[in-house]
């Protein structure tokens, strides 16, 4: 018995359509014999079928027909709060449609692995939804297919969004924009910021909130430092701030953040509201419970992750709107760790 190293993968119904140059969709119709279909293309798709050895899956079957109740979801991160709790959403409201829900781990930014990933839910048929919060998510968005169903949850965007796929997002500029107010309010003279990374730009939807609020207010602009999404990425950067007598409110990116910063404070001997205010951004589930509790933005993530099947599921249906879904707006939770500023000597 021969044996080779690589086996040749079996021809997939895109496969088709790019060696006979039409959609998928126009392959879907002719295996399902659709009268639609000019005789010239058909003969066109029948001959790649020939050539590529193409045998219909279950899932090809589904294309024919039409219908795949199936979504794949690509990301890069499965286990950080905001993901999570998109992926929970995804999962439960297209459970509620009868859906199945594949997950696509994006687990590198570079090209060739990215179209990799997504080709392989292309396969499957469906609908794909995008969480492109990183540069790996923004790439893949990008990389989907044209004509396959694809929505993208994504950073605010600086300007509205224009081409055939859809996005949904929370206003996450405006809620830093208000979680500055609330700690310039306080009578800090500024507000330093530990920032989480952008997917799709140099400056995320976060830090122009923030800085839109420090100019408004005409405070002074100190740089951001550039923080990840963990705990000990917060405590580094919190180490740094917490060294400068005059950092005397500091807002991050998310809550993991938060919580490195604070412990950072502690060590340092500076209490927090007392001496530094404290603010996070998500409300994940533990920021209520620290000592002491934490003030951030609460953001539905799990609503997001809702709106984003509701609209690719209109998709699927052919009953959607190409603009993006509604979601709930964020909401600023004062809680102990932001107070009044000290007093100046």
């Known amino acids: 018995m021969n044996v080779t190293g690589h086996q040749r993968r079996p021809a997939s119904i895109r496969d088709v ?53 199936a979504v794949t979801v690509l990301t890069a991160d499965t286990t950080h709060y905001g993901y999570a709790s998109i992926l929970q959403g995804i999962e439960e409201a297209a459970r509620a449609a009868s859906h199945t829900v594949g997950i696509g781990v994006l687990e590198s930014a570079a090209e060739t692995a990215v179209v990799a990933v997504v080709q392989r839910a292309a396969d499957t048929g469906g609908g794909v939804i995008v969480i492109a919060y990183d540069p790996a998510g923004v790439r893949a968005l990008n990389a989907v297919p044209a004509g396959l169903p694809v929505v993208g949850v994504v950073e605010t965007p600086a300007s509205p969004p224009t081409g055939d796929r859809p996005r949904v997002w929370t206003d996450d500029r405006e809620a830093a924009y208000e979680a500055t107010r609330h700690l310039l309010s306080l009578g800090h003279e500024t507000v330093h910021y530990v920032a989480i990374p952008s997917g799709a730009r140099r400056t995320g939807a976060r830090s122009a909130g923030w800085r839109d609020a420090l100019r408004e207010a005409g405070a002074p602009q100190p740089r951001p430092l550039r923080g990840g999404w963990s705990p000990a990425d917060g405590h580094a950067a919190g180490r740094r701030l917490a060294a400068d ?94 107070g009044v500023a000290p007093a100046r000597d």
Do not use: W
């Open 17 to 69: 359509a790019t060696a006979a140059g039409v959609s998928y969709q126009t392959v879907s119709r002719v295996i399902n014999d659709h009268p639609s279909v000019k005789a010239a293309t058909r003969e066109r798709v029948l001959a790649a079928i020939d050539e590529l050895g193409f045998r219909r899956s279950a899932t090809a079957l589904a294309l024919a027909r039409g219908r795949s109740r």
């Open 245 to 338: 007598p005059a950092v005397t409110a500091i807002l991050c990116g998310n809550d993991d953040l938060a919580l490195g910063v604070l412990r950072a404070l502690h060590e340092a001997g500076r209490s927090v509201p007392g001496e530094v205010s404290v603010a996070g951004f998500d409300d994940a589930p533990h920021a209520a419970h620290l000592t002491p509790s934490l003030t951030t933005v609460r953001l539905d993530f799990t609503g997001l992750g809702r709106s984003a099947f509701a609209l690719l599921h209109g998709m699927l249906e052919e009953s959607a709107q190409s603009a993006p879904y509604p979601v709930a707006a964020p909401e600023l939770v004062v809680r102990e760790s932001s």
